[in-house]
């Protein structure tokens, strides 16, 4: 199974194409989706737009599984603008009719690590433990989008041993 995982963001978004076969996960490519600072919200928005269809139509996925909205009391503009970059994300895979999973950062980060409030370095390094990577990913966006593609394969993993009884 092919999951898309996307670390929505409007500067910079990560994403990440893994697959899984066999209980064993790898990643297929990894990377993020920059906009450039002076252009307009607009233009930004239709660059991710173009940027997501590209990926969906090079993988795909049979899942893409997306990091919610986060909102700090005291930066609340920074939520309102991610919440623009993940309406397109969540509008272009509608488009192509691919289930859509959600998982908090709290949730990722104990699915990765056991730990739901661990570190960006601690996420980095579980990744690159369990997946056997030479180096830790980089930048932050990279690994949180291979994060949010595992925390759904794990997911996915616990409700098929339900359903098989185990």
Known sequence: ?????IDPGL??????????????EHVLEAGIIRTDRKLSLEEKLKRIADDMEALLVKFRPEAVAVEELYSHYAHPRTAILMGH??????????????????????RIKKSVTGNGRASKEQVQRTIATILSLPEVPTPNDVADAIAVALCCANSRDQALGKVMGK
């Open 11 to 24: 500067q910079v978004c990560g994403y990440a194409c893994i697959e899984t076969a066999a209980g064993q």
């Open 1 to 5: 199974m092919r999951i898309l995982g």
């Open 85 to 106: 970059a993940r309406g397109v994300i969540l509008q272009k895979v509608a488009e192509v009719s691919i289930k859509v999973r959600s998982f908090s950062a709290t």
